[in-house]
């Protein structure tokens, strides 16, 4: 299986900061790399796919790069309701489909 | 607008089968244009992929679940299931259904909680 390592496990910060999560796999995923959002009590919420395509209705402060092993989450302005949990999914060839274990933002 | 609801029994003995259905509304479940999933989430192993469903297609198992999972579809209800054997504790987790594009997650249903205990 393709393990998913996310760094930080969580982080403080204030609104109007900008946010790096980063998440590395195992082995080239090729951009098969999709971002969600978890806030407590709710189910995720995709925010992006192939790396760096945002979905329909996420806002434009949320950004993905990367490629091979190596990917980013960015938020380029916290705002409040972006405190959160973010994972990372890859879906690179053949299943299973693994996940991060999750970054944890938080108020500084 | 489409919406997923998940429902089954919240605790389930040990060694027993876990049975959940994902019920849609506001859409077909027997679309070409759409695919099936069931994820889990507990606090020891985070989120976990357990199955996809591909309608006219295929279906795909975690490897590590696939000897006790079976998902089946039930048009004329706009329903697909879970049923998951041999239940220990550490199956104990959320249980969320959704429907996926290829292997990505856009729409979830809002889980449900299953304990396994005695």
């Known amino acids: 299986d393709i393990q998913m390592t996310q760094s930080p496990s969580s982080l403080s910060a204030s609104v109007g900061d900008r946010v790096i999560i980063t998440c590395r796999a195992s082995?080239?995923?090729?951009?098969?790399l999709a971002w969600y959002q978890q806030k407590p009590g709710k189910a995720p919420k995709l925010l992006l796919s192939t790396a760096s395509r945002l979905e329909s209705g996420v806002s434009s402060r949320f950004s993905g790069s990367g490629s091979g092993t190596d990917y980013i989450l960015t938020i380029s302005s916290l705002q409040p309701e972006d405190f959160a949990t973010y994972y990372c999914?890859?879906?690179?060839?053949?299943?299973?489909?693994?996940f991060g274990q999750g970054t944890k933002v938080e108020t500084k | 607008q489409m919406q997923l609801q998940e429902s089954g029994p919240g605790l389930v003995k040990p060694s027993e089968t876990l049975s959940l259905t994902c019920t849609i509304s506001g859409g077909s479940i027997s679309s070409r244009s759409y695919h099936w999933g069931w994820i889990r989430q507990s606090p020891g192993k985070g989120l976990e992929w357990i199955a996809n469903f591909y309608f006219g297609g295929s279906t795909y198992y975690n490897p590590s679940l696939k000897s006790r999972v079976i998902v089946s579809v039930d048009t004329s209800k706009s329903q697909f299931s879970l049923k998951l054997s041999s239940v220990t504790a550490a199956d104990t987790a959320l249980y969320y259904c959704a429907k996926t594009n290829t292997a990505t997650f856009d729409l979830w249903g809002q889980g449900t909680l299953v304990t396994v205990s005695s």
């Open positions: 082995q080239d995923i090729s951009n098969s």
């Open positions: 999914q890859q879906y690179y060839s053949t299943p299973p489909w693994t």
